[in-house]
């Protein structure tokens, strides 16, 4: 709600507020089914709540912040303060861990229907 009233207080068309919320109102569907799959106890074939590509989309997201905040505390003449470095290394292991889970994830189903010896 607060991204959406931060983007809607500027002036903009109402074509730019559809899409606005129809961005907004997929992403609530999405998260909606992944509450009821998390509630119901209905995981993924997988296992999981979310996809590989999912995930692995996730990590090259949280890459793209990472470098965006390095850039940006070095060109705002910002010190590389340890609040940057943390913000690094925490983002770093979420992408690290985005990226095992989902390579995880993609072998389940093999392992699933492999016979059993």
């Known amino acids: 709600m607060l991204v959406y ?3 809607t207080s500027r002036q903009g068309t109402t074509t730019s507020h ?3 919320g129809l961005g907004m109102l997929g992403l609530g569907a999405y998260l ?3 509450c009821y ?3 119901a ?3 993924r074939r ?3 709540l979310f996809s590989p590509l999912l995930l692995r ?3 090259v997201v949280m ?3 990472m470098v965006v905040s390095v850039v940006l505390a070095f060109t705002t003449k910002m010190s590389w303060s340890w609040w940057v470095a943390l913000k690094v290394l925490t983002m770093t292991s979420f992408v690290a861990g985005c990226f095992h889970l989902a390579a995880r994830r993609q072998e389940a189903p093999r392992a699933l229907d492999r016979p059993i010896d």
């Open 5 to 7: 009233a931060a983007i």
């Open 18 to 20: 559809a899409v606005i």
């Open 32 to 34: 909606l089914a992944v």
């Open 37 to 39: 799959r998390l509630i």
């Open 41 to 43: 106890h209905r995981p």
């Open 46 to 48: 997988d296992g999981g």
């Open 57 to 59: 989309a996730a990590g």
């Open 63 to 65: 890459v793209l912040f």
